[in-house]
């Protein structure tokens, strides 16, 4: 079965930096777009980055352009965010996605982003 396994959350200052990273089994992971959204309390799911199937392509949010940078190493089955220049802002709960048909959407646990001094 599908499984995503986040890591790298934790509690930072502002200005500060973090690394997510996702592991990924139960599908071909080289063959499929992967997603990370972040999700705010009392917001709604929000979509932060993208990165294509190759990693090719790359599309983010307009909050996080020039901070965040979606990656991913296929060998590893794994996606990674890179976040820099954190603001309180930045604080959510973050997930990993994988959409593998118009059915099967996929989501990881979570973890969890704190920015604050």
């Known amino acids: 079965q599908v499984q995503l396994v986040e890591s790298g959350g934790g509690l930072v200052q502002p200005g500060g930096s973090l690394r997510l990273s996702c592991a990924a089994s139960?599908?071909?992971?080289?063959?499929?777009?992967m997603k990370w959204y972040r999700q705010a309390p009392g917001k709604e799911r929000e979509l932060v980055a993208s990165i294509s199937y190759n990693g090719g392509r790359t599309n983010y949010v307009d909050s996080v352009k020039g901070r965040f940078t979606i990656s991913r190493d296929n060998a590893k089955k794994s996606v990674y965010l890179q976040m820099n220049s954190l603001k309180p802002e930045d604080t959510a709960v973050y997930y990993c996605?994988?959409?593998?048909?118009?059915?099967?959407?996929?989501w990881g646990q979570g973890t969890q982003v704190t920015v604050s001094s």
């Open positions: 139960g599908f071909s992971f080289g063959n499929y777009d």
């Open positions: 996605n994988v959409r593998t048909s118009l059915l099967d959407n996929y």
